[in-house]
């Protein structure tokens, strides 16, 4: 690879150029930026260091500060937040994204000599790219930026776009690409390694061993003793072994058989002994033990922070051969390995498996090229139940991607870029990298689907034709989930009862229950209502290829938010909109709403924190079940206050085609049992979630508070 001096990149800063820097990530990448760190640390200057929430690990940070100096740079993220500021500073692009006013505003922070904006081709990924988006849309135009970014093949494109939205020039430094000598080998029934392609084809004989040969499951003993011993006897330690599952990786963990170590030395190492005393929930010598013992351990979401930082530091010191993750987690990950294996081509989302991406898998095949030495690396591909061989091929390309926008608008969106001093939020979009690579579209005969539909239904019980087909999406995605709720309580699953009466409460709230519109419009009897609605579903996905799908949805997400007084007629952030913003919600309308009537106690004590954490907003993997032993009288009193107050919003937004989530009674639960100080082990299995999940929640409710103080 060819070598980026430092200096090239500092005198760019210093002649008041952004720029725009493309290079593989890994090792060689960190090395820059910490490099850059120095200099800026021997200037007397400043740097903010920018990272996605999904890749900035503890790993990461530990990372950084072992290079910058621990004296020198203080984190801002989810799960750790400095309160002392530093010449550099480790920022979660989130948390940056909801503080860009109150810091440049308001004044709250001194800005930085440079702002660097890592893995900037997360353009490309849904809500990370937006939450990019907008941050170099509403950074001051005087903060001069170096977007760091792997090889893309629009990186032009792209260049071009820096310099029209930063209004500077911008200069584009390229590194050279390592060329790619990874092996790409199958796993036999007979646990031998042959080549897996020939001639950028799947090889013969392993087409016939994927037809004779039968699949076999990943977790099994039967499976990965013989993998393990596999890859020991190759001598492709340290090894990533991506599963199917977070419940997969255990379970291969518990299939791995105890081998010679030093487990008492590693324990007592001074590197080892100096984790502990960071993380102290570490200091269960049996779960360690167990690890070290076994010289294998999982690497995923379901662990706590600390956890995750352990393993990772245990495969950098070879104290471990074997991690079993998913690939998921890939992007979290920056360990450099010899060999990765494949077990499943496939990724869980909302409880559902789907194919992995191009991008998913080159987040797998890069933790090889971070190895940082002449050693050429292996991707082992096994056949299991869950593996896709041909889909794995198809994906093994070594061309960079494209990046396309991901931009969405949200009532975020509209909250952040309200809050830009010198520019109208419309003409912000337009400046946005989405509007870049697309082109406008009349939207005219949106609006007259709209008039059509509006003369249909005068006297509704909704405000207007656009909360009607909200509506109607509402009442016919609930009725949907309802009937496969039914069923499932037929087929015997006792858990969905839960749902069924929350969805059933949900569709009896909508206002058209009520309305003398119900079935001929919610319920589609008439079937001129039903053209209209039909064709406005097809215009808008059409127009989600144009640029224009923007400003229809800002205008769709300012009503709402305009008459809740966050905005106002000039669209201008207000305080409550700097409130909502500020919150980094999906929906901040209820939060707000409660904060506004004094329903949300903020003061030190466990009570105040359990009521802030139910308005967090969690995926349906991290949301927990409700432990009616974790409920105090203080908290149902709290929540009756909570449902009286939010009655009135709730509906008013119904009205306006708006469903609002929360808060939830459930994370409030866990939350105080947190703070009462009871055993995080036995929260967490009683509530029904993972370690990780606990502690995503505490972390959000902890951040969610600070941010309303």
């Keep these: 690879m060819d070598e980026i001096p430092v200096y090239e990149v500092i005198e760019q800063v210093r002649a008041g150029a952004n720029s725009l820097l493309t290079m593989p990530d890994g090792p060689e990448r960190m090395s820059l930026i910490v490099d850059i760190a120095h200099e800026f640390i021997s200037a007397g200057k400043s740097l903010w260091y920018i990272v996605p929430r999904e890749a900035l690990s503890p790993f990461r940070v530990f990372w950084l500060e072992g290079g910058i100096g621990t004296g020198f740079a203080s984190v801002r993220s989810l799960w750790r937040v400095d309160n002392v500021s530093r010449s550099i500073i480790i920022w979660s692009l989130d948390m940056l994204r909801d503080n860009l006013f109150d810091i440049f505003s308001r004044g709250k922070e001194s800005p930085p000599d440079l702002l660097v904006l890592e893995n900037f081709e997360y353009l490309g990924e849904p809500n990370i790219g ?4 907008e941050v170099v849309l509403r950074l001051p135009q005087e903060i001069p930026i170096l977007a760091v970014m792997s090889p893309a093949r629009n990186t032009e494109e792209i260049l071009s776009w820096l310099e029209k939205v930063r209004q500077r020039p911008c200069r584009l430094i390229e590194a050279g690409v390592q060329e790619d000598r990874s092996v790409l080998a199958f796993v036999t029934p007979e ?12 090889a013969t004989r392993v087409k016939r061993l994927l037809t004779k040969s039968g699949r076999r499951p990943a977790a099994s003993s039967k499976f990965v003793q013989p993998l393990l011993s596999l890859i020991r006897k190759e001598e492709m330690t340290p090894a990533l072994v991506f599963m199917s599952s977070e419940k997969d990786c255990e379970e291969a963990v518990r299939s791995c058989p105890d081998v010679k170590g030093e487990v008492g030395k590693v324990i007592t190492s001074p590197q080892i002994a100096a984790l502990f005393d960071r993380h102290p929930i570490l200091k269960d010598q049996n779960k360690v033990l167990s690890v070290l013992s076994k010289r294998a351990g999982s690497l995923h979401s379901g662990h706590h922070p600390a956890w995750c930082e352990m393993i990772e530091i245990f495969l950098t010191l070879n ?16 360990t450099g390995v010899k060999s990765v294996v494949l077990t499943t081509s496939q990724v869980q989302t909302n409880n559902r498996m789907r194919p992995a991406t191009k991008r ?18 292996c991707i082992m591909v096994a056949n299991t139940d ?8 198809d994906l093994r390309d070594p061309r960079p991607n494209f990046v396309l926008s991901q931009l969405k608008c949200s009532c975020q969106t509209v909250l952040g870029l309200s809050a830009i001093d010198k520019m109208n939020p419309i003409d912000a979009l337009n400046c946005s990298f989405f509007a870049a690579q697309k082109q406008p579209e009349d939207t005219c005969r949106l609006n007259e689907l709209l008039d059509d539909l509006h003369e249909k239904i005068q006297e509704s019980a909704c405000n207007s034709p656009r909360a009607a087909i909200a509506l109607m999406d509402i009442y016919h995605q609930s009725k949907i989930q309802l009937d496969r709720a039914e069923l499932t309580i037929k087929k015997g699953g006792v858990k969905t009862e839960g749902e069924v009466a929350e969805l059933q409460s949900r569709i009896s709230q909508l206002p058209c229950e009520k309305c003398v519109h119900q079935q001929d419009c919610q319920k589609m009897r008439y079937r001129k209502i039903r053209a209209i609605v039909k064709e406005y579903h097809n215009l808008r996905v059409r127009l989600k290829k144009s640029s224009s799908i923007l400003e229809v949805d800002f205008k769709d997400y300012s009503v709402p938010i305009t008459e809740l007084e966050f905005i106002n007629a000039n669209q201008e952030l207000t305080n409550k909109g700097l409130m909502a913003l500020r919150t980094g919600l999906e929906f901040p309308q209820p939060v707000v709403e409660c904060m506004q009537k004094g329903v949300i106690p903020l003061d030190d004590s466990a009570l105040s924190s359990a009521i802030v954490a139910g308005f967090v907003e969690c995926c349906d993997r991290d949301r927990p079940q409700l432990v009616e032993d974790f409920i105090e009288q203080s908290l149902q009193d709290a929540y009756a206050n909570i449902e009286e107050v939010l009655k009135p919003l709730k509906d008013h937004l119904l009205r306006l085609g708006v469903l609002v989530p929360g ?6 639960a866990v939350t105080l049992a947190w703070e009462k100080g009871k055993n995080p082990n036995t929260i967490q299995g009683k509530a029904g979630i993972s370690m990780g999940s606990l502690m995503r929640l505490i ?6 508070k600070r941010q309303l103080m």
Aim: hydrophobic share 45%; glycine share 4%.
């Design 130 to 133: 937006s939450q990019l988006e």
């Design 191 to 202: 646990w031998n390694l042959i080549p897996l392609l020939n001639k950028k084809r799947i």
């Design 319 to 334: 104290h471990i051969d074997i991690a079993f993750t998913t690939i998921s987690f890939a992007q979290m990950l920056m």
């Design 360 to 377: 998913e898998l080159d987040q797998v095949w890069k933790l090889l090229r971070r190895q940082g030495t002449d050693d050429v690396g």
């Design 386 to 393: 869950d593996i896709d061989v041909v889909h794995v091929k």
């Design 663 to 668: 808060p939830f009674l459930a994370q409030s």
């Design 699 to 704: 972390y959000k409710g902890r951040y969610l």
